[in-house]
């Protein structure tokens, strides 16, 4: 079930009924080049739109949440697509985000539990913080639970918008770790869920 508020945002698993709104904002993400945070990325617009590979599509993410057929250094993860309701009725795709499960040796020092995105065309408007807030609710409701008592976030440093949203968010800066040149240090937070 939905998790309805006020202003109609809501995280919803990724299903077939949106599809078609899932598509038009994997485009415009494809068309933003320079960014590097996002699977959606590497997906196949055209195969995107072909009911069979679509429906592939969604049992993978059932797959990696269920854990079955994890590639090596995958720990299971649930997805949920970001989505608000439109004055007449319509679902917008907004963001995506993933939860990971566990922390395995790369998410403690550079991915952490939780990745997200937001459609270039829904930017600076304030999705990305309530993104994260809905997502912290997720986990306190055990969907999913985690491995911890708080989450992992972690950020570039020169992501100064993913900087704000965890700190907004409660986030308390942990460490910062070296990446690979010239990736920028990786910020560390702990964020409270409960
Ligand atoms: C990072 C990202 C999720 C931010 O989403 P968003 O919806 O624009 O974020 P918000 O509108 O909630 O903005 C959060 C804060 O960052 C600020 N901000 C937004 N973009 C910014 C930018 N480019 N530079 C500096 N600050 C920025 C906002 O002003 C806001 O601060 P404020 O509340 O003090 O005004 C989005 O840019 C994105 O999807 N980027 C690519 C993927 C990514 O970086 N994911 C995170 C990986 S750690």
Not at 52 to 73: A, V
Not at 75 to 87: G, N, S
């Amino acid at each position: 079930m939905a998790d309805m508020r006020e202003n109609s945002l809501f995280l919803l698993k990724a299903q077939a009924t949106y599809q078609k709104a899932f598509i038009e904002a994997v485009a415009e993400l494809q068309a933003l080049e320079h960014d590097r945070y996002y699977v959606e990325q590497n997906l196949d617009i055209e195969q995107l739109k072909q009911k069979r590979f679509f429906k592939d599509y969604l049992k993978k993410i059932k797959q990696q949440e269920s854990g079955s057929n994890l590639p090596i250094c995958r720990v299971p993860q649930t997805v949920y697509w970001l989505m608000e309701k439109q004055a007449d009725g319509q679902l917008i795709w907004i963001g995506r985000v993933a939860i990971r499960h566990q922390l395995n040796e790369n998410l403690r020092r550079i991915g952490g539990h939780i990745g997200y995105v937001i459609r270039p065309s829904a930017r600076h408007q304030g999705y990305g913080c309530q993104l994260l807030d809905l997502t912290l609710e997720k986990i306190c409701q055990g969907q999913p639970k985690i491995d911890t008592e708080q989450a992992l976030l972690t950020c570039d440093e020169t992501n100064l918008a993913s900087k704000k949203i965890i700190e907004k968010n409660g986030g308390i800066f942990s460490s910062s770790s070296e990446q690979e040149a010239p990736l920028p240090r990786k910020l560390l937070y702990w964020v409270p869920y409960t």
